[in-house]
C-alpha cells in the first residue's frame, strides 16, 4: 500500500475543494421534466376516439381498423415528439436533415419504381461488353 498513490480515484470528484458541476445548456429542459404537449395530444386522441365510440355506437370497428387507429396514433406522438424539439435546434439544420430524407426517401421510390431496369441492369452490361457468347 505504500508505493500507491492517493489521486482520489473515481470519487475525485466528490471531494468538497472540487469544482461545481457545470450547468446545463440554455434550452435544455430540467431533470424530471416531461413534455406535456405530445402527452396531451395522445390524451386528445384518445378523447376522440372514445368520442366517436360515443357518438356512432352503431359502428363496429374490426382488428384491423383499432390497428390502423393505434399506428396512426404513433405516427401522431412520433411527429409531435419531434416537433417539439425542433424547437430547440437550428433551423437550418432542421431543413438540411429534412432534405437529407426527402431525399432518401425519393430514391427509396424510383428505385421500387424502376426495379425492373435495375434488375436488367448487369445482363445489359454483359450483352454490351460480352464476346459473343450467349448469355
Request: aromatic residues 10%; glycine residues 10%.
Amino acid at each position: 500500500m505504500a508505493g500507491m498513490s492517493n489521486d482520489g480515484g473515481p470519487w475525485a470528484h466528490m471531494r468538497p475543494d472540487s469544482k461545481p458541476a457545470a450547468r446545463p445548456p440554455a434550452g435544455t429542459p430540467p431533470r424530471g421534466w416531461i413534455a406535456w404537449p405530445p402527452i396531451l395530444l395522445v390524451a386528445g386522441l384518445i378523447g376522440l376516439i372514445v368520442a366517436l365510440r360515443r357518438a356512432f355506437p352503431e359502428a363496429r370497428l374490426n382488428r384491423d381498423d383499432w390497428a390502423d387507429a393505434a399506428y396512426l396514433a404513433g405516427f401522431a406522438l412520433l411527429v409531435a415528439t419531434g416537433l417539439w424539439r425542433a424547437r430547440r435546434a437550428r433551423p437550418l439544420q432542421i431543413v438540411r436533415y429534412g432534405a437529407i430524407w426527402v431525399a432518401i426517401a425519393a430514391g427509396l421510390a424510383l428505385g421500387f419504381a424502376y426495379r425492373d431496369q435495375i434488375m436488367a441492369i448487369p445482363q445489359r452490361v454483359a450483352i454490351a461488353f460480352g464476346t459473343g457468347r450467349p448469355v
